[in-house]
């Protein structure tokens, strides 16, 4: 079977209409897991969904994919340093659909995606596209990835990828 090819102009074409304003880039600021920021963690889950249902043919939003997965956890604090934060996993998902509905305009698909992206911990919010299971899947994957890896080495790619 043949490989399909990754097209990452489109990838970082939506990359910078939705990473590009001052409240997306204060993620750097933030830390996802380990020594990596919530803003490197979101292009690299978005990445991998994106480029996963590329290679595999899956027929879906490719838009909706890469913003919902962009935007899954802009919650914009830093959850590890304030104590109002805990049940920050629980939380999370519901404070960043919020904050992207303020800044972004958002279809059904995306909503979805943030809202449910912690499933199975978010009980009442489930994944109701193929999309929002694509990114359930790379979220958790890429924060395992983040948590086991050795500090200071640095994951492969991005800035929007090569
Ligand atoms: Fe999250
Ligand atoms: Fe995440």
């Not at 990473?19 to 292009?43: P, Q, R, T, W």
């Not at 919010?125 to 899947?137: D, G, M, V, Y």
Request: proline share 1%; net charge positive.
């Amino acid at each position: 079977m043949k490989k399909r090819e990754v097209d990452y102009a489109f990838f970082r074409e939506i990359c910078s209409e939705v990473c590009s304003g001052e409240k997306y880039l204060s993620m750097k600021n933030y830390i996802a897991h380990s020594d990596v920021s919530v803003y490197e963690h979101s292009v690299k889950v978005a990445e991998k969904c994106y480029s996963y249902a590329v290679r595999r043919g899956i027929k879906c939003d490719m838009r909706s994919l890469c913003r919902g997965a962009l935007l899954h956890d802009y919650f914009l604090y830093d959850w590890h340093k304030n104590k109002k934060f805990t049940f920050h996993g629980f939380k999370h998902a519901k404070i960043a659909l919020l904050n992207a509905e303020k800044d972004y305009v958002l279809n059904e698909k995306e909503k979805n995606m943030i809202k449910s992206h912690m499933f199975p911990l978010t009980l009442f919010s489930f994944p109701r596209c193929k999309e929002a299971w694509i990114l359930t899947f790379f979220d958790k994957k890429c924060a395992l990835a983040e948590i086991f890896r050795k500090r200071g080495k640095k994951t492969q790619g991005n800035e929007f990828t090569r």
